[in-house]
């Protein structure tokens, strides 16, 4: 397998990790964003590092995106019990991510800055929406994330 | 998470998209949180479906895993008679 291969499996590993901890019956781009920032010691995540995302923060401000106007806390329910089983379902944002990176640039060329930026890639949706609450200049970090394609 | 009620207040197109992804995500995690409940209470299959408003089919195989993996004791299809 090729080095974006198998960093694009370590990463969707992690993502269906994070999908299973968040609930969650597929994976969803922001959990592929969380695997690259909990994912490989690779490029990618220093880029993430370096703009102050780690895993912590990228979780904090996902959740922070629930208060779209409706709460869980209205139901006085306790946390619910995580699945056993990671999903293998990957939702329609995580596919046109891993699309999108893996288009960016000729199959021979590709590395695994080109997950992160399929990612970024997207101008709509949750993982846009999370990265400019935070104040990430996403147009900025896709930059640096392609200056870093060696 | 903030507790505030749900209020449309935004004219903007992708506050409201956003609001419905949210509110999906929501509704899938009160969901798994309230089966929960009713099973740890007791509840039938049967019952918590027709609750739902699916079928007894589709919430055992959307919860059954789960609930068995954090060891609920499920009520096994007979119980419903012997009530």
Redesign the interface.
Known sequence: MTTFGKYLHAVLEQGREEARQD???AVEAEHLLLGVAAGPRAVPREVLAEAGLDHRVIREFE?????????????D?????????RPRRLAASARLAIERGATSAPKKDLQPAHVLLGILRAD???VP?ALALAGIDRAGLAERTRRALA | MSGEPITAVSSDPADALAAVAALRRLADRVEDAAVEQAMRAGWSWPQVAEALGVTRQAVHKKHAKRLIAAGVVLRRRDDDHVR
Do not use: K
Not at chain 1, 63 to 75: E, Q
């Open positions: 609930g969650s019956a959740h922070s995106l629930n208060a779209a106007g409706a709460s869980a806390a209205a139901f329910l306790p946390r619910p019990s995580a699945n056993p089983d709509v949706g949750t929406r």
